[in-house]
């Protein structure tokens, strides 16, 4: 029997999912003092938190973990970060865990992440794993910033269902959109859009044929070594991987049959990008 109180008020399922939606938003700004990047200014709201776990041993960079007190994203809820690294100072950004992304009922959830990094600057941007369930649907979108001579560690990575417990796909939503600027100009584009019958879109041989990890890292500037490590076989990798280098910037793109996999062959390349270990949570 409908409420009487719908007269007067609506009382519809939209209107219920709109009210417990999760908000998020984190301002994070690191500077360089005495010699070491510190974090001079901290703003967190709704759903996000950023902490900053003391090192194991004393080094001149900043790590930071962000952390969503939600439990996951559904579908409407949004999460806002900006980022900006100061003049020579050297930062790295990780997760706590991997983020899941549940079914949603209709609307989308929606992620922007803003990037400034100052001259002679050091930003490595290193989330854990996203992982989309059936019928998720999420909009992303990177805007990254860089001065002529900042260094940039971009890595993302997206599973779309859980391999180890038959969980498949089969539609959903996932776009996202990249843009990368250096000294004002557009350095690097790239947008990823699966809308629709998903699985059916991975099968094809010239998507992932079947593969459900997928993931990006990006360099800048360009990191030779690295390309070459991956194109020569020196780096050891169980899925597949290609990697090239054009106009001032690296990419390796990596696919995989299940998260567990790609997550091996990401921090394999990531520990050579980084030219040494990553945060601890990332790889526990």
């Known amino acids: 029997m409908r409420d009487d109180r719908c007269r007067e008020t609506p009382c519809d399922e939209d209107a219920t999912f709109a009210a417990n939606r999760a908000r998020g938003r984190i301002r994070l700004a690191a500077a360089l003092r005495s010699g070491a990047t510190r974090?001079?200014?901290?703003?967190?709201?709704?759903?996000?938190?950023?902490?900053?776990?003391?090192?194991?041993?004393?080094?001149?960079?900043?790590?930071?973990v962000l952390v969503n007190t939600a439990g996951g994203i559904a579908g409407g809820d949004t999460a806002d970060i900006e980022v900006t690294v100061a003049a020579g100072a050297d930062l790295r950004i990780t997760t706590a865990s991997a983020e899941k992304v549940y079914r949603s009922h209709g609307p989308a959830a929606a992620v922007a992440v803003r990037l400034a990094?100052?001259?002679?600057?050091?930003?490595?941007?290193?989330?854990?794993?996203?992982?989309?369930?059936?019928?998720?649907?999420?909009?992303?979108?990177?805007e990254v910033d860089l001065a002529a001579d900042a260094r940039l560690v971009l890595a993302e990575a997206v599973v779309l269902g859980r391999a180890g417990m038959d969980e498949v796909v089969t539609s959903g939503r996932l776009v996202d959109r990249w843009r990368v600027r250096r000294d004002g100009r557009l350095l690097h584009a790239e947008g990823l859009r699966l809308d629709g019958a998903v699985a059916a879109r991975l099968a094809e041989p010239a998507v992932a044929a079947g593969g459900i990890a997928l993931a990006t890292l990006l360099t800048v500037p360009a990191d030779e070594a690295l390309v070459a490590a991956v194109q020569g076989g020196a780096v050891p990798l169980s899925g597949e991987a290609g990697a090239s280098s054009w106009n001032g910037r690296s990419a390796v793109r990596f696919c995989a049959p299940d998260g567990d996999t790609l997550r091996r062959d990401l921090t394999a390349v990531l520990t050579v990008a980084l030219a040494g270990a990553l945060p601890p949570l990332w790889t526990n």
């Open 39 to 64: 974090r001079t200014a901290v703003y967190e709201e709704g759903s996000l938190r950023v902490r900053f776990p003391a090192p194991a041993r004393p080094t001149a960079g900043l790590d930071a």
């Open 117 to 142: 990094v100052g001259a002679g600057a050091r930003l490595a941007w290193l989330p854990r794993e996203t992982i989309l369930f059936d019928r998720a649907r999420l909009d992303r979108v990177i």
